[in-house]
């Protein structure tokens, strides 16, 4: 009987190992799973944070692309004429310009 007894205690023991074994390796899968989705978010949030600033530089270069088209079209009810050369003078460190 102390033979079968020590064969059901080895048995619980290895038992015991096994799926301390499982556990340890069921945590570590967890957390890694959980350190690839957090570098996967904090990837999106970046790229996220890229396209927010081009669309800002898109809006803003929309604004300047669409303002001198209306100032284009408008030259030629405005009876503006074209400079034909432009002179900068630097005068106390002060930069002016006028029209020849």
Not at 24 to 43: F, M, Q, S, T, W
Not at 44 to 62: D, G, M, S, T, W
Not at 63 to 70: P, Q, T
């Given at each position: ?83 034909k050369e432009i002179v900068y003078i630097n005068d106390n460190n002060q930069i002016m310009a006028f029209k020849n």
């Amino acid at each position: 009987m102390g033979k079968e007894y020590k064969n059901g205690f080895t048995k619980i023991k290895f038992l015991i190992i096994t799926i301390a074994i499982a556990s340890c390796a069921g945590y570590l899968c967890i957390i890694n799973i959980g350190a690839v989705k957090g570098y996967e978010i904090r990837k999106v949030e970046n790229k996220i944070a890229e396209l927010k600033k081009e669309n800002k530089q898109l809006q803003i270069e929309e604004a300047e692309l669409s303002s001198f088209y209306n100032i284009k079209k408008e030259v030629g009810s405005l009876n503006m004429v074209e400079a034909k050369e432009i002179v900068y003078i630097n005068d106390n460190n002060q930069i002016m310009a006028f029209k020849n």
